[in-house]
């Protein structure tokens, strides 16, 4: 022995056990890495859009624990990777970077806003990730990265506005469109002025609006709906984001503004959101989904059944009064149809994992045939209009008959109607304008 | 108490004849002329028997038809069955026999019999009815109605035919104007009249009716007159009239005339309605900033607290009280005041107190505190905005002019900022308290040296703004959202109020307060909301440049420091 005093002879045994342990470390992580495959939550936990997107975790959660109940994937356990971007746009990306580079996941289920999508897309698309993302939109997108399992406007927005217009919905000839100021309120607000303006919706009878984030005083703006729908049957369609639809649907419930007079249909109001509002005075107001809890379907049962037994069995908060909602459906739609093109790939293997992925199809809690589009990433989806009941739950009033295609650019805005998203041979992109080869 | 089936209709019939003394006359005189009451009101009794059964209908175009079926018959006896249906209080057994649910939702009658159900032992199922629904049986309901004893309920029957008119309803409307003695319900009427006759072929009734329109009417006859003054698009005229094009445009004018006053007395209630709002917002800060000079970050989270407060004894009144739930605010008044007291006083003792006269290090402290009182209360009641619900005399508004509606829960709340005010303001200015408090504020080395306890003020004055805060969250969990970033949307509005009003003075809170909110409004409707805020924020930047004591400033030498 070297050492003789015995301080120094205890500092190198204490080296020498540090790089032992660190060896140890890397042996024993490799040799889970091996044995299980990753899969990267990226929804924020904290800040602002925690209240939506904690639950998108939760589900996602529950469907991994589902999966491994059943033995996992090609024989190995999913062992998920849980970070939170904090509801901060450019952590997104930090995180998203740590979870493929250092982590090594397969897939990633993630992000809300439509910002901290656009915040991660670069990241996935330099590093060759997979991203499934469960969020309807505003759509003008399609990358080979991003699997997208929410609603295109096409599949929410534009036949929310057709319903309207109908005789059923009320016959609306003039339009309110309100909402919070930043990207997919304008984007989705822009696809709707061209969409009436194909209608033959004067310009006069429509009324564009946006409020800051937060803004929680609403009263020269309903003022001001009330004047502007007087004379003509008038809708107001809402992308008016999280919080500040309290404040608004009060000053509507205050101001005697009626659902039978002044229809309002909103486009992120979900059953998650009604949780924390006094639901008296929005009863038959209207929301556009492609799913609803209340879907009586077999699926659907088993779905709520799943959701409340997964609850309760890790004391989630909220308890018993937790919901299901869309992005919630989504996201779950997401995990199954990942899982079985794994199973058919054999691998998880990025670039084949995409391959099988296309053409994909699994039976959803709203009851259809759900199919992937192998040429534009997105989600054929049923659409469905429902009315705000007392008690925070949706009662359908309208929907399609069946699941019906996304289109990725909007053929209304003349600049994106020349526009294909279509991943497969002989185009293989998504923004073009002629195939590539 | 169980009613038998006969006793019933006897008492329907009574009603029916009771409710409606015109049709009684009408009735009166056919009885005499030829035909008995028996055969008559029997056949009526059929049909509306039948119709009324046709509310129980799978199919929404089978029910509307139904509802406007009943409408016309115009039988007071189908008002309870179409109020029900309206409030998803009506419901269907297997066998088809509606049920009307009573409020409570625990008992049921018949709609046809009357009898009491035991509603537990039906398969029931609700009819379902969406906004087309509504909107035929708010006609059908409003037709039947005007012929209420109630003129209020007459002028809500009138004003729901108003906004949907339609030819048939010309003969309803003509023959309940002879009969009409309200001069209120009169006017409505006679607008019905005028905007169908606008399409008439008759020169003489389209300028009578434009007339009309011209003194009673209001923002809703725009779109009609405009029509008449409209070009096509190859520059000629729609209307062939000039006559009548010049009496419409007139028409046009002295309406938008009247519009004007309307929005500006409209924009000053807002204006005045924000104002209240910020200054319940801001008070507290007024205190513990304006007065102990104390950069009180977590002032926004005194707000929350109060608002949870609001929360927790709504919740114990809804377990416990439920007879008396819409009277939770009152008590909640004195709680969210004592829980936002206690928690300051807390704080100011164990940290703020140690960092008197060094702000910087009090603005990182508190900023620091308001991130662990947020954190706290996500972990208590979790990240998601709890629901505070608006007792019934909260909800709702009075309607004071055409299309302006005041809500009580803002009337309400105006109201209660100027007890608020003149409560702290008789606190600081008439008791010995208030005197200790001004005393310490103006030479807090003076004040000690008179024999004050300065730490006891200090400790009194935080608890003070505090609970201020603490009623000001209490009002704004009437009109927004309650939860963990509550706080946050109003901290930097608080700031602005005070810093504008000027530091040390309520008054100058005051009118900061008033100030932002009349420039806010009568900025908005012009600007939009979102250029509207910068400029707000401009003008306020502007004016503490100008004044950098703000509005109200202190005089004195301590001032001049």
């Known amino acids: 022995m070297r050492c003789l005093k015995s301080k120094q002879c205890s500092s190198f045994i204490t080296l020498r056990f540090l790089i032992l342990s660190f060896v140890l470390f890397i042996v024993s992580s490799t040799a889970q890495a091996a044995e299980t495959i990753k899969v990267g939550i990226l929804h924020s936990l904290s800040g602002t859009m925690a209240i939506s997107e904690t639950s998108l975790k939760d589900v996602a959660l529950m469907a991994i624990e589902e999966i491994n109940a059943k033995g996992g994937l090609l024989g190995k356990k999913l062992e998920p990777v849980v970070v939170d971007p904090a509801s901060n746009w450019p952590l997104f990306a930090e995180k998203a970077r740590e979870l493929i580079q250092k982590h090594k996941v397969s897939v990633t289920f993630g992000c809300w806003t439509s910002v901290s999508r656009k915040s991660v897309l670069p990241v996935f698309e330099e590093l060759n990730g997979l991203l499934f993302y469960p969020v309807q939109y505003e759509g003008e997108e399609s990358s080979y990265n991003v699997f997208y399992t929410g609603a295109a406007p096409n599949q929410q927005a534009i036949p929310a506005v057709e319903y309207l217009m109908s005789e059923d919905g009320g016959g609306a000839k003039r339009w309110v469109l309100l909402g919070t100021d930043y990207v997919y309120p304008r984007t989705t607000n822009k696809i709707l002025n061209y969409f009436l303006k194909s209608k033959g919706v004067a310009k006069k009878d429509i009324m564009e609006t946006y409020t800051p984030f937060g803004h929680s005083d609403y009263q020269t703006i309903v003022a001001n709906i009330k004047k502007f729908a007087a004379g003509k049957p008038t809708a107001v369609v809402s992308t008016i984001n999280g919080d500040s639809n309290v404040p608004f649907y009060k000053e509507l419930g205050n101001q005697g503004l009626k659902a039978e007079d002044i229809p309002v249909v909103a486009f992120s109001v979900g059953e998650e959101e009604l949780r924390g509002m006094d639901t008296k005075p929005l009863v038959g107001h209207l929301a556009a989904w492609n799913y609803f809890m209340s879907a009586k379907t077999p699926e659907n049962k088993s779905f709520i059944k799943k959701w409340k037994a997964y609850v309760k069995k890790h004391k989630l908060p909220g308890g018993s009064k937790r919901v299901t909602n869309d992005p919630m459906e989504a996201t779950y739609i997401g995990i199954k149809m990942w899982a079985q093109a794994v199973q058919q790939a054999g691998t998880t293997n990025i670039d084949a994992v995409r391959q099988a992925i296309g053409g994909q199809t699994v039976q959803s809690p709203s009851g259809f045939k759900i199919t992937m589009d192998a040429a534009n990433h997105h989600l054929h989806k049923p659409v469905v209009i429902g009315e705000i009941q007392e008690d925070g739950q949706f009662e359908v009033v309208w929907k399609t008959k069946g699941p019906i295609r996304a289109q990725a650019w909007s053929p209304f805005i003349p600049e994106s109607a020349k526009k294909v998203a279509d991943w497969t041979y002989p185009w293989v992109c998504g923004n073009c304008e002629k195939a590539k080869f | ?561």
């Open chain 2, 1 to 561: 108490m169980k009613k038998d089936g006969t006793l019933h209709k006897y008492q329907r019939l009574k009603t029916n004849l009771k409710n409606r003394k015109p049709f009684l006359r009408f009735l009166g005189l056919f009885l005499f002329l030829a035909v008995g009451l028996f055969p008559l009101s029997l056949v009526e009794a059929n049909d509306l028997d039948s119709a009324l059964r046709g509310l129980g209908n799978k199919s929404r175009a089978k029910l509307k038809v139904a509802v406007k079926r009943l409408g016309d018959i115009g039988n007071p006896a189908a008002l309870p069955a179409l109020v029900a249906l309206k409030n998803k209080r009506l419901q269907v057994s297997e066998d088809g026999a509606l049920i009307i649910i009573d409020e409570s939702g625990d008992h049921g009658h018949d709609a046809l019999s009357g009898k009491q159900v035991d509603i537990k032992s039906l398969d029931l199922s609700k009819p379902r009815i969406n906004n087309s629904v509504r909107r035929v049986l708010s006609v059908a309901i409003g037709k039947i109605q005007l012929t209420s004893d109630d003129p209020e309920v007459r002028l809500g029957a009138a004003r729901e035919l108003l906004k949907r008119p339609s030819s048939d309803l010309v003969v309803l409307v003509e023959k309940s104007l002879n009969e009409e003695s309200d001069d209120k319900v009169r006017e409505i009427f006679f607008l019905v009249l005028a905007k169908e006759g606008l399409n008439s072929d008759d020169k003489e009734k389209r300028l009578q009716s434009l007339e009309v329109i011209a003194k009673y009417g209001n923002n809703d006859f725009k779109t009609d007159l405009e029509a008449l003054v409209d070009k096509n698009e190859k520059g000629e005229y729609l209307e062939n009239d000039p006559e009548i094009r010049k009496t419409a445009s007139k028409a046009i004018s002295s309406l938008e005339r009247r519009q004007f006053f309307i929005n500006q007395a409209a924009n000053f209630f807002y204006g005045l309605s924000l104002g209240s709002i910020l200054l319940l917002a801001a008070l507290g800060l007024a205190i513990t900033f304006g007065l102990m000079g104390v950069i009180n970050m977590a002032h926004g989270e005194m707000l929350m607290i109060g608002a949870y407060s609001t929360f927790v004894v709504q919740n114990i009144f809804k377990e416990y009280l439920p007879e008396f739930f819409d009277w939770y605010l009152i008590p909640a008044i004195p709680i969210a005041f004592t829980v936002s007291a206690v928690i300051g006083i807390i704080l100011e003792r164990t940290i703020i107190r140690h960092l008197y006269g060094r702000p910087l290090e009090t603005l990182l402290a508190t900023w620091g505190i308001s991130l662990v009182l947020i954190q706290s209360i996500r972990l208590i009641f979790g990240a998601q905005n709890v629901e505070v619900a608006n007792p019934y005399y909260l909800s709702g508004g009075v309607e004071v002019m055409n299309g302006v509606v005041f809500p009580y829960s803002r009337i309400v709340i105006i109201i209660f900022v100027v007890f608020v005010v003149a409560a702290v303001w008789a606190l600081l200015q008439k008791t010995s308290l208030g005197l200790q408090v001004r005393a310490v504020t103006q030479n807090r080395e003076m004040a000690s040296c008179m024999g004050i306890s300065t730490h006891k003020v200090d400790m009194y004055t935080f608890g003070l703004g505090s609970g201020v805060a603490g009623l000001g969250g209490l009002a704004l969990s009437q009109i927004g959202n309650v939860g963990p970033e509550l706080g946050q949307l109003y901290i930097v509005d608080s700031f602005m109020v005070v810093v504008l009003g000027g530091v040390g003075k309520i008054v100058g809170t005051v009118a900061g307060a008033l100030g932002l909110g009349f420039i806010n409004k009568f900025l908005e409707p012009v600007a939009g909301a979102v250029l509207g805020k910068i400029m707000v924020l401009v003008i306020v930047i502007v004016l503490i440049q100008k004044r950098p004591q703000g509005l109200f400033a202190l005089k004195g030498r301590m001032a001049d420091n």
